[in-house]
């Protein structure tokens, strides 16, 4: 059986992170999942609905991929994506690099993973394969997943093939890491930067603070807006905490990459950042409690006060991009 020998198989929370650092381990760089997404300029903020839509979604982070393309650049990384139509030749992207002693990224549809005890179709879920067999391939996923884990090639080729929604054809990857690899201190506040500008900079409403604050006003109208507010409410507060974002909707990773970053460069704006970015994942946090108990409730005081913490979200995230941006 075609293996990579000594990856490193530790999960962690996100899907992308998860399987960036099995990438980057394999080459010798060991970053914390929190760096990862900071250097990544993971972090975003996305409210969107449309009548195609059963129920709006909120999002915490750059779309998908975006993430492994800014930390790739951002550190100076070879970064070869293969995509293709033909599953033949998607095979062999795959195949070539693991043969070679090289671990392998892939974007494809949870919906076909067979350790996935939730069924819920996602295209823009990422792992990280390390080796296979005539029957199944040998996966890292995240911690809340199994970590490292195994699912049929016909499942794999079935995830890799689907069309929708942020999926990719066929979407795979492998990093090189060159002698001269850029020292990780030295690219953070770049990465700060870029990320506080798309925040205070959205080009629609729909994103980052005016992101926030268009949730703000529409959150208090989602027992209209379901037509089974049991199911969608909960679901949605269960997406902000659970669902690969590390709770609170990304803003813990980010909080604790702003933590390490003060380690290394005590400044006044990265510890205000880092305080406002503290203080807003305890808000998130309870925005989702507040969305969930509206659910199994029906009661819309919940949403009202859900509403009112967005309003003070957008405005904490807003100060401190300001102060992050001022780097």
């Not at 998908?64 to 998607?90: I, M, Q, Y």
């Not at 090289?102 to 080796?131: E, W």
């Not at 080729?157 to 999926?167: F, L």
């Not at 003060?262 to 990265?270: A, I, K, R």
Request: with cysteine; proline share 5%.
């Amino acid at each position: 059986m075609p293996t990579v020998k000594d990856i490193d198989v530790r999960g962690t929370q996100h899907c992308e992170t998860t399987a960036l650092g099995v990438l980057l381990r394999h080459e010798g760089l060991d970053l914390s999942e929190p760096m990862l997404f900071g250097l990544g300029s993971g972090l975003s903020f996305v409210y969107w609905d449309s009548k195609r839509m059963g129920f709006p979604f909120l999002g915490g982070r750059v779309k998908p991929f975006e993430l492994t393309r800014n930390a790739a650049a951002v550190l100076g990384l070879r970064l070869l994506v293969e995509e293709t139509t033909s599953p033949r030749k998607a095979w062999q992207n795959v195949a070539a690099p693991i043969d070679a002693g090289r671990p392998v990224g892939l974007q494809l549809d949870s919906y076909h993973l067979d350790y996935f005890s939730t069924r819920v179709h996602f295209g823009g879920h990422v792992v990280a394969m390390y080796g296979y067999d005539e029957q199944e391939a040998h996966l890292v996923d995240t911690a809340p997943q199994g970590g490292a884990v195994v699912t049929s090639l016909a499942g794999l080729a079935r995830a890799r093939a689907e069309r929708g929604p942020m999926t990719a054809r066929h979407r795979s990857f492998t990093i090189t890491a060159p002698g001269d690899l850029t020292s990780p201190q030295d690219r953070i506040i770049p990465a700060i930067r870029t990320c506080a500008h798309a925040f205070l900079n959205p080009p629609i409403a729909n994103l980052g603070y005016r992101g926030i604050e268009k949730a703000a006003g529409q959150v208090p109208k989602w027992l209209h807006r379901s037509v089974d507010p049991r199911e969608d409410l909960p679901r949605a507060a269960l997406l902000m905490e659970r669902a690969g974002t590390g709770g609170a909707l990304f803003r813990n990773l980010y909080r604790d990459f702003l933590a390490e970053c003060v380690q290394w460069n005590d400044s006044g704006h990265l510890r205000t950042g880092h305080r406002l970015y503290t203080e807003a994942a305890v808000l998130w946090t309870r925005v989702a409690a507040l969305i969930g108990r509206a659910g199994t409730s029906g009661e819309a005081d919940h949403l009202v006060q859900a509403g009112s913490l967005l309003h003070e979200l957008a405005r904490i995230e807003r100060e401190a991009m300001q102060a992050l941006g001022a780097l």
